[in-house]
């Protein structure tokens, strides 16, 4: 049976009483309305320790001034019982105001820098400020041993293991691979907002990342390899926002340069704003 806390003291002491019996602890933050990408994340952490924690909280800090923050889907039942099957032992549902007992605008704030300077960070500014102000506060508050994170938020998992590298915390970050629907599609709560026929239109993302790494295999210059990926998702339907190849570091490889890359995407289709990835090796 999982253990839902909503009082900070009450999780830190179940937290101590299992590492006072020597018991590793992980923990998986999401904002809720889960699906199974984020269970297997649960079940990655259960992998890597004795006791699981998420935490389940919509923040405010990391939506801009036109994003869905209010129309974000809660459903905190159904996280919990999926929580729950998926073998997490405890669920911390924080309130805005004991995350930010000062208010959100009167918040203490972290910067993250470099990471954070392109890609989702030039596109949605503030967003990753809001995303390392609250995972540092939940690393505080949680003070796991691991936490996953998975890696279809690719630039997010950069900016959370640059920042605990930096602020030295005790906690070792385990990036989970990305889960997708079977047309490709990788799995997302905004996913929802989807019609059918955008459903399958978004799997073409997935099609695009790989023929962005079959072109460069194939000794494609990257400027012409990202340009024919735009031109790509506009014919599709897509309002890209970008759609390049990095090193595994975010930075931008030199002509003609081989090794570990990764190729990233991010697009409008219709209302909705996806993103993804892939990794690969050229």
Known sequence: MIDTFTELDALRERV????????????????????????????????HADRVVASVFVNPTQFGPNEDFARYPRTPDADARGLEAAGCDALWLPSVEAMYPYGVEATVRVQVPNVTATLEGASRPGHF????????????????????????DYQQLAVVRYMVRDLAFPIEIVGADIVREANGLAMSSRNQYLSADERAQAAQI???????????????PREAVEA??????????????????RRPDLTVPATGETGSMVALIAARLGRTRLIDNLEFTA
């Open 16 to 47: 101590r009483s299992w590492k006072r019996d020597g018991l590793r602890v992980a923990f998986v933050p999401t904002m809720g309305n889960l699906h199974d990408g984020h269970f297997s994340l649960v079940k990655l952490a259960r992998t």
């Open 228 to 245: 024919g990926a735009s031109q790509r998702l506009v014919e599709a339907g897509f309002d890209p926002d970008y759609a390049v190849l």
């Open 206 to 220: 997935s099609r695009c990342l790989a023929a962005m790494a079959d072109a460069v295999r194939a000794g494609e």
């Open 129 to 152: 400020d809001g995303v390392a102000t609250v995972v540092s506060r939940l690393f505080n508050q949680v003070q796991p041993d691991v936490a996953v994170f998975g890696r279809k």
